[in-house]
């Protein structure tokens, strides 16, 4: 029995809520751990004793009965706020309610340790007016997390009341102040039975974690998090310090520690302060590229003559350039396929990692149902990226050996100011929103952690998105962590003139190099992962500094994924050359049919046990999945691709592919790629409370991806199309003079 007291000690630990006063405390130990000042100044406040059996409902009666008898309301605006006005009426009563409330629930104490002296001032007025039931009091400590059920079923992110504390305008000034706490809790490892419970509250590790951890985009799955609510007065380094003084408290001689750790940012007051100019100036320029699209669908709709530069901006034109469903000449039909189930895929597994974010009242049992093998398909979200690489090799090869082979020469400047029109103006524009407007459109416990703090990190580094280099500066420092891949391509694509020219001019040479080249990669990929033990595979109990590092020394640089790319400038070489009706032999069809799909299923099926449970890591594992499986992935793609574009197979998959109405979401995929992490994320930093995990209502949220959906049409019609036509427009211009000088020197 004794032992078992001793074990339940971890479930106490998070008792946030338990001031350090004598009357809080119920054991002698405890009151041996408290200060003879500090038990002599609370004893002063709570004089009155009394054998009267607690009741709540009594009280609820007597105020109910004052009510009737005054005819007045609990109406703030009728009441005054800074004190209880029926404790005069009501005295010993209100004393005795109070003292057993705060008996069975303590208040947690903003004064206890080495504070401010207007927090402890502050404090004492907090704890005077709770004793009188004052409304105010009240509402800071209901606001504050309480010990709840479900600790061992992995319920231990507590939130509190968000919009209560924030509300709260007490008496002498103070303000409600909301706190959210990171805790640490680790326990001696030769306690079985406490190594037991602390797996099970920590939900079996799905993911590890310390304090240190930045957790603006990747998810401190095991640390709890514990909202107090506080005087503002109090600065986040005296709630820091309160919750760990009270928590060595109650954890001395125990086989618990607890690490405390309370950021700035995570502590929120209601503010007045005006919405900043840059806030509005950048408002009033999305209302004005509003304005200027029904402007110019107007003037297109009612023929009146007018710049083509303004048509370009015309909803009504733009509209139909997204559902039409007319292929261009020369295009690869399943390429369109391709885009819209990597970017499907690449949809749910994003989604799947801005859910741990949030606190579930089942979340032992959410990691439970989610170390399954069949979990690989949310875990592998490194590989949907590979294909969009390849694609990207692919056409930029297909693009250029046609205007070399119809021009003999190639205008790299132009290419480059064409890829830059391309892709700049979408990005700046999400860029914009989600660093200067975003911020200011909602609130919630974690909306500094996921909004305000990456915004902070997009006003400081900005710069560097738009020079495509953000991604060699860390992860945990990138503006827009999710476009890295848009520095990796065009980093790839600064270099593709050389391997294309090479490839073209000297065909073998050509092809010697870049395949050493992707061999290089793939080694690269292999050594890299195996000795600095990164894991590309988000496997159970991944670390969090591990899915950082892999994402710095990997993930995020173009030599690691090299590989993939140059396959892509090979098909496109490839898909020039080949006729139409190039014919494969039979023999030759089946088996790259059967081998891409085998590396395919080794790629996608073979790292399933690593999303086990128990799975435990192992560095080979790691390392032959991030070195062979963007080859195995992307093979079924190539092969489907160049099979379908000679005509040699009309299988399912392959119409799949060329279906025509992914037409249509390639022309959204690159609105889609960008839009999906704000919105997943202010979704994220609104929640307020903890809910039930259920797997299919949560993972496939059709309200989030409608707002997708919506985003990316607004997104392409409003910004992307309008900049595409305009580049358009330019190159046609520029390759007028050209053209007339041509035809004047042949005459």
């Given at each position: 029995?004794r ?32 200060e ?89 007025i ?8 004052t ?18 079923n ?9 919009d ?38 920590h ?117 139909k ?45 959410m ?6 093998p ?10 949907y ?86 991604n ?20 790839l ?11 073209y ?5 050509g ?44 993930y ?16 496109g ?110 979704n ?27 985003l ?21 211009k ?14």
């Amino acid at each position: 029995m004794r032992t078992f007291a001793r074990a339940w000690t971890i479930l106490l630990v998070m008792k946030l809520s338990y001031a350090g006063k004598p009357v809080d405390v119920l054991t002698s130990s405890s009151l041996n751990a408290l200060e003879d000042e500090e038990i002599l100044r609370v004893l002063s406040r709570n004089e009155s004793t009394s054998a009267n059996n607690f009741t709540l409902v009594g009280l609820i009666d007597n105020w109910r009965n004052h009510t009737t008898q005054t005819e007045a309301t609990w109406r703030t605006k009728e009441l005054d706020v800074r004190t209880n006005p029926f404790y005069n009426d009501f005295p010993e009563q209100i004393d005795r309610e109070a003292r057993r409330l705060l008996q069975v629930l303590p208040a947690f104490d903003p004064s206890v340790g080495r504070v401010s002296g207007e927090c402890k001032r502050h404090a004492d007025i907090f704890h005077r007016e709770l004793a009188k039931f004052t409304l105010w009091a009240l509402k800071m400590y209901d606001a504050t997390a309480k010990i709840p059920s479900g600790l061992l079923n992995g319920n231990i992110n507590q939130f509190g009341d968000f919009d209560e504390c924030v509300g709260i305008e007490g008496s002498d000034g103070i303000q409600g102040q909301y706190c959210l706490a990171y805790l640490q809790l680790t326990v001696d490892e030769s306690r079985l039975d406490l190594r037991h419970l602390h797996r099970l509250v920590h939900s079996h590790y799905a993911f590890r974690s310390n304090v240190t951890d930045s957790g603006h985009r990747v998810p401190r799955f095991n640390i709890v998090n514990w909202a107090v609510c506080t005087p503002a007065s109090c600065s986040f380094k005296d709630v820091e310090t309160s919750i760990r003084e009270i928590l060595t408290r109650y954890t001395s001689q125990t086989g618990v520690k607890v690490t405390v750790k309370v950021n700035k940012e995570m502590c929120q007051v209601k503010t007045k302060e005006p919405v900043p100019k840059e806030t509005i100036f950048v408002s009033l320029l999305f209302i004005a590229i509003s304005v200027l699209t029904i402007v110019a669908a107007l003037c297109d709709h009612y023929k009146i003559p007018t710049s083509e530069l303004l048509l370009s901006f015309s909803l009504k034109r733009n509209f139909k350039k997204l559902i039409s469903l007319e292929r261009r000449q020369n295009d690869i039909a399943t390429l369109h396929g391709i885009r819209a189930i990597n970017a499907l895929m690449l949809l749910l597994a994003h989604k799947s990692m801005a859910l741990f974010f949030n606190p579930y009242a089942n979340r032992t049992e959410m990691s439970e149902y989610l170390g399954k093998p069949w979990t690989v398909i949310g875990r592998a979200a490194s590989l949907y990226t590979d294909p969009f690489i390849m694609l990207s090799g692919l056409l930029t090869s297909y693009s250029f050996i046609g205007k070399l082979k119809k021009t003999g020469n190639l205008d790299i400047k132009d290419e480059y100011i064409s890829r830059l029109i391309r892709i700049v103006p979408p990005l700046a524009t999400l860029i914009l929103l989600c660093t200067y407007v975003i911020p200011y459109t909602g609130s919630g416990p974690q909306w500094n952690l996921v909004i305000t703090e990456h915004a902070n990190i997009c006003k400081r580094t900005w710069w560097r998105n738009f020079l495509f280099i953000h991604n060699y500066f860390g992860f945990e420092s990138m503006c827009l962590t999710h476009t890295h891949h848009l520095g990796i391509d065009t980093q790839l694509f600064i270099l593709s003139p050389l391997m294309v020219l090479l490839l073209y001019k000297k065909p073998k040479i050509g092809t010697i190099v870049l395949t050493m080249c992707a061999l290089f990669s793939t080694a690269l990929r292999y050594f890299v992962t195996y000795y600095r033990e990164l894991s590309n595979y988000v496997f159970f109990g991944t670390s969090i500094k591990q899915l950082f590092d892999t994402a710095d020394f990997s993930y995020t640089l173009p030599s690691h994924r090299l590989t993939v790319y140059i396959i892509g400038i090979f098909m496109g070489y490839l898909l020039r050359y080949l006729p139409k009706d190039y014919k494969m032999n039979k023999m030759v069809l089946y088996t790259g049919w059967i081998l891409c799909t085998f590396m395919c299923c080794c790629a996608f099926f073979g790292p399933a046990r690593m999303g086990s449970i128990n799975y435990i890591y192992n560095p080979i594992d790691a390392a032959m999945y991030n070195a062979f499986a963007p080859i195995g992935w992307c093979s079924i793609f190539a092969w489907a691709t160049v099979t379908y574009h000679t005509g040699n197979t009309s299988d399912w998959f392959s119409r799949l592919l060329a279906w025509k109405g992914f037409l249509v979401t390639t022309r959204l995929s690159y609105a889609i790629y960008l839009t999906q992490f704000p919105i997943y994320f202010y979704n994220v930093g609104r929640t307020r409370s903890a809910g039930h995990f259920a797997f299919f209502s949560m993972q496939f949220d059709l309200h989030e991806f409608l707002w997708i959906f919506i985003l990316s049409i607004v997104l392409t019609l409003l910004v992307d199309t309008p900049f595409q036509n305009i580049k358009s427009y330019l190159m046609k211009k520029s390759s007028l003079p050209e053209t007339t000088t041509k035809s004047l020197k042949q005459q």
